[in-house]
């Protein structure tokens, strides 16, 4: 019986340290809710830029901010077409869905497109902008143009 009955000393002494315990589990429980709220802020950009490369192997779509920062990107190639597909323009149109879907998170709503190349993409993947609720401003075409182009061969002599 007498090893039943507990002091007072030995009963707060075991009080103290549970309130330690729960103390230090409070604190590290305050720490991972601040490392949980330091999350990285998204930058909201209202105007952007829109670069779509089109060749016949191939189309490419890039989202970009009005400086040039690259906000999304997608080819046909990456969603798993193979082959003559790539350049075809059902692939546009789900290129131009998935960079949509990577950029929604940025708020983009209006765009200036420059389209580069002579694919079949071109038209489909501008109207699948236009149709995702981006606004286009402007539809510029940079295809590279030679003014005379590169030197012709040597004429063959038979």
């Known amino acids: 019986m007498a090893e ?8 707060l002494a075991e009080e103290s340290t549970e309130v330690e315990v729960a103390d230090t589990q409070a604190v590290e429980a305050v720490e991972v809710e601040a490392k949980k709220k330091k999350k990285k802020l998204k930058r909201q950009i209202s105007k952007g830029q829109a670069h779509i490369k089109c060749t016949y192997n ?5 989202i970009s901010d009005a400086n040039g ?3 999304g990107w997608s080819s046909s190639g990456l969603l798993g077409f193979k082959g003559a597909k790539k350049a075809t323009p059902y ?3 789900q290129v131009v869905h998935d960079v949509a ?11 200036d497109v420059f389209v580069k190349g002579v694919g079949s993409g071109r038209e489909s993947s501008i109207r699948t902008l236009a149709n995702k609720g981006f606004e286009l401003t402007a539809i510029k075409d940079v295809t590279p143009i030679p003014h005379n182009g590169c030197r012709a061969k040597k004429p063959r002599r038979v």
């Not at 009955?5 to 009963?11: A, D, P, Q, S, Y």
Request: no cysteine; hydrophobic share 40%.
């Open 58 to 62: 191939n189309t490419m779509v890039m």
């Open 4 to 11: 039943e009955i507990k002091t007072t000393e030995e009963i």
């Open 101 to 111: 879907e990577k950029v929604k998170k940025y708020g983009v709503h209006e765009l």
């Open 91 to 93: 692939a546009a149109t």
């Open 69 to 71: 920062g690259m906000l």
